[in-house]
């Protein structure tokens, strides 16, 4: 191999040859043969033959194909045909090519800048890029004068966006679907001189050929380029390319000191006062602005103007007015306000008149509230609370958290508060009931309600969610209340009821008679309660019960066997093998409901503080073959799992089991059948024993799809 040395001496070597190539250019290899090598800018190029070429790309040899010297090649037909590949082949010398078709056709990712190629000797490019899905470089300084046939040379060629209305094309005889189905299809100046027409006639400065101009084929230009083919300035502009804007204020055209500012083949003046016109050159008249004011007289001057004031008042536009207010003609700390010959004065808080010297009774407007007296004073007042009452207007009460919500004669608009923090504001019986109407029940757990009246208030069920009850309800039309009220099914026994009259409550059984007969007994237990569940957690799954007004504790958390505290928040360990206890009720005097084991057993869970989950129920109603669907009595049992229970006092003491009698046990095996009870009654009848009646019992048990009969 021979290496060129800068300054011309020759040096053999065995490997390869050294050639200084600018990077800019293409890589030539004219004197070495094929597979020898040569050095250009530190990188090693091997010469190449067509079938190389289509070996490397056959292969995917993207880096072969950036390091091939490709002098000689003069085919070029078909090379990157459906490749996915997309190597920077800029540096290739083509200058021997004559066949270009096909050569990137389908190549769905080839989109490198070939545009220092020299094409000059090509004579095909037809399907050249050919639905070269990604390609979109500027080929505009392509030599096309050679080429014979362009057909479908960019037809799919989907982005190519590109001008070439600089390309001639002189001797082409194919370019059928040039560009169809591309970007630049659409764009009809982008379109190439066919055949030789106006080759002579260049479109410069980045200008775009006029299609429709056939006879001098001018140009399309952009500012600041004008003439046929770009190649001259717009009005305004100078310099090589047209960069130097000429500045039309140098001939210093304003009049009389006006200010001068260039513009694009243009200028404009910018006058000093008392000066109009486009070059400054008229005197202005200044009272034209009508700038004396208050009725005064304008004269005109040179450059200015004179105000001549009507008596009252002075000042250069006989803009101030004498100033009335310098007396202090406003009382009482009054603000003044001087006016066209006047004064007006406005009052602080608290007084009036045309001085403000007469000073307002702000209690007349009672604004002491809760039987609070007013005493008036300077621009204010003080009201004197009542015991209980606090606050700048005595709207404030504050109460234990034992104490019910009453405010039957507290003023609209009072807060009362308890220790807990739960606050509730008196509201009117109309404000009420627009809450009621529109279902606003969050809103009516802040309102207090007492005496307000409340006609079907709890028909929608929904309202038994929100705290709304703790409230004093005594003097309440409790059979009006509760006409047509949807009482909640499961969770009757845990709802509670605001404070009520002995006489209320037996209103309210009349009202539980006719609603949910079989219930009024849970109805019953939830009148009086603080209702603090609807707003406590118990933690673990402990379930809540709220105690009755008066309790020390508002509400309690019966917890799982597996936690205690008060909130349930303590982790136990139970002692291991505690007894199931049973706890048996005969003669209880109750009507059958489809809640009614779930009743009994939160019944149970209350007065026992065991949790529900220990406790299964089961009832037995014994009843007459002729009465069969009468509830006449029943036997209740309890099996209580896990508990260290041994005092039932509280829930044989209930009303529910008045009369019944109760039996206890610790046998945890007892699952059997309860034995057949039967009745027989004998009459004598001349010394002979007659059998008159046999009772059956029927036997209820909780399944999963409700209450089984068994009959003896």
Not at 135 to 151: A, E, G, H, P, Y
């Amino acid at each position: 191999m021979i290496f060129l040395s800068g300054n011309g001496l020759l040096f053999f070597t065995c490997m390869f040859l050294f050639v200084a190539v600018n990077k800019t250019h293409a890589v030539t290899c004219n004197s070495i043969n094929v597979g020898e090598t040569i050095v250009s800018n530190s990188v090693m190029y091997t010469k190449v033959n067509r079938s190389m070429l289509l070996s490397y790309v056959s292969d995917g040899n993207e880096t072969a194909l950036e390091t091939a010297c490709t002098s000689g090649v003069t085919d070029m037909s078909e090379l990157f045909q459906v490749s996915f590949l997309d190597p920077d082949i800029s540096l290739w010398d083509v200058s021997s090519v004559t066949k270009m078709d096909d050569m990137f056709n389908h190549a769905s990712s080839f989109n490198q800048d070939i545009s220092k190629w020299d094409t000059s000797s090509v004579n095909y490019m037809n399907g050249m890029f050919n639905h070269a899905s990604s390609f979109n470089q500027d080929i505009s300084n392509w030599d096309t004068s050679n080429v014979l046939n362009m057909d479908s040379m960019y037809y799919g060629a989907t982005l190519f966006n590109q001008s070439l209305t600089n390309w001639c094309v002189v001797n082409v005889w194919g370019n059928g679907l040039f560009s169809e189905d591309s970007a630049m299809d659409a764009i009809i100046e982008f379109q190439p001189l066919w055949n030789g027409a106006g080759c002579n006639h260049t479109c410069y400065n980045e200008g775009l050929r006029n299609i429709s101009d056939v006879v001098t084929y001018s140009c399309i230009c952009s500012t600041p380029f004008t003439g046929l083919y770009c190649n001259s300035c717009v009005a305004g502009y100078t310099g090589v390319n047209c960069e130097t804007d000429i500045n039309e204020c140098e001939s210093n055209p304003c009049k009389n000191r006006g200010f001068c500012y260039n513009q694009q083949n243009s200028f404009s003046c910018e006058c000093l006062t008392g000066y109009t016109g486009a070059t400054c050159q008229n005197n202005f008249n200044e009272c034209e602005s009508n700038p004396c004011m208050n009725g005064a007289t304008c004269s005109d001057g040179p450059s200015t103007y004179t105000c001549t004031c009507v008596a009252g008042y002075t000042g250069a536009n006989c803009e101030t007015d004498i100033d009335e207010c310098e007396s202090n003609p406003c009382m009482n700390g009054a603000t003044c306000l001087d006016v066209a010959g006047s004064y007006t004065c406005t009052c602080v808080a608290g007084y009036t008149g045309v001085n403000c010297e007469t000073d307002i009774n702000e209690c007349e407007s009672n604004p002491c509230m809760n039987g609070a007296s007013c005493s008036d004073g300077a621009g204010s007042y003080t009201c004197s609370c009542v015991t209980g009452f606090t606050g700048d207007h005595c709207n404030f009460l504050f109460l234990s958290n034992t104490a019910p919500f009453t405010c039957k004669n507290n003023s609209d608009g009072t807060i009362i508060k308890k220790e807990n923090g739960r606050e509730v504001t008196k509201i009117s019986d109309t404000a009420f009931n627009n809450l009621i109407s529109e279902g606003k029940y969050s809103t009516l757990s802040k309102t207090c309600m007492s005496g307000m009246n409340m006609t079907k208030v709890f028909k929608n069920k929904t309202i038994f969610q929100y705290d709304i009850f703790d409230f004093d309800m005594t003097d309440v039309n409790v059979t009006e209340t509760f006409e047509d009220a949807d009482f909640p099914d499961s969770n009757l026994y845990e709802m509670c009821l605001p404070m009520m009259s002995a006489s209320q409550e037996i209103d309210l059984d009349q009202v539980a008679g006719k609603n949910i007969p079989t219930r009024s007994w849970v109805l019953k237990k939830a009148i009086n309660r603080t209702c603090d569940c609807l707003n406590t957690n118990c933690a673990n799954s402990g379930k809540c019960f709220d105690n009755y007004l008066g309790a020390a504790k508002t509400y309690k958390c019966i917890c799982t066997n597996e936690f205690s505290g008060d909130n349930c928040t303590e982790s136990i360990s139970l002692p291991e093998n505690l007894p199931k206890i049973i706890i048996t009720f005969t003669g209880v005097k109750i009507t059958n409901s489809d809640f009614l084991e779930n009743d009994l057993k939160k019944l149970a869970a209350e007065k026992l503080n065991i949790h529900p989950s220990q406790i299964e129920v089961e009832i037995i109603f014994v009843t007459t073959a002729r009465r069969r669907n009468a509830d006449d009595s029943a036997t209740v049992t309890y099996t209580i799992t896990d508990s260290t229970q041994t005092n039932f006092n509280n829930l044989n003491n209930d009303d529910v089991f008045s009369g019944a009698s109760m039996s206890v046990s610790n046998d945890s095996d007892d699952n059997s059948s309860s034995p057949n009870l039967g009745l027989i009654i004998g009459l004598s009848v001349g010394g002979a024993l007659l059998l008159s009646a046999i009772f059956y019992f029927i036997r209820f048990k909780s399944t999963s799809t409700g209450i089984n009969y068994l009959h003896a």
